[in-house]
């Protein structure tokens, strides 16, 4: 199993097929951690890196692990205390958005038992879905939550997500009826996570969660103006104004 923390700078690719071509491409890195264990930096770099239980599941458990346990419990799934590697951005200077969150959740002898995917959109509303990957890695579930403003929430999801190692290699297809209609892809190498690897990526990458937002706003605005139509949200989907 990949030892953590680690570091993986990494290419995020969205393709959009239908009913108009559209790709956007970024840089940027993600943090590989075990959530019971969260990276210790020099204090000068903490501002760089911070991972916070209110950015995860409900938003109001003591830590992230505690939220997970929480989701997984609900879901009659148990750990029993085996280890959990979750893959996502930390808080870069007081700001994070995370698109997807990933949890590679194992049982005490290591054998993995779920994947819980949790996906963000621009709105602030968060879900997650608790995946059974083959020996491959791929997993399938149903859409349940409205993410992109040009696609309602119906199809299924096919999502190859195999364990991180020294390559991060991660595929999300979304199928609709009359085919595939989306695919988003990470690529990456392993880094330690040194601070001075962590310096280098910030540098090369400044405010790295809020230009992903940015992006995916920027280009939001580019596919609209190309004419592509709005899906309404529906109301189930809309943030509670005292939702964290």
Known sequence: MTAVP???????????????????????????????????????????????????????????????????AAHGVRLDGGRVLMLTHARVLGYVFNPLTLYWCHGPGGDLRCVVAEVHNTYGGRHC?????????????GKEFYVSPFFPVDGGYRMRLPPPGERLDLTVHLDREGGRAFTATVHGTLRTATPAALLRLALRHPWSTLTVSAAIRTHGIRLYLRGLPVQPRPDAHRIPENTP
């Open 6 to 72: 680690a570091l993986y700078p990494c290419t995020v690719t969205h393709v959009r097929t239908t009913p108009l071509r559209h790709t956007l491409r970024h840089r940027t890195y993600l943090w590989l951690v075990d959530p019971d264990r969260p990276p210790r930096l020099p204090r000068l770099l903490r501002p760089l890196a911070r991972l916070d239980a209110r950015d995860h599941f409900t938003g109001d458990q003591p830590s992230i692990r505690a939220g997970l346990d929480a989701f997984l």
């Open 129 to 141: 879905y608790l995946l059974r990957p083959d020996a491959t890695g791929a997993a399938h579930a």
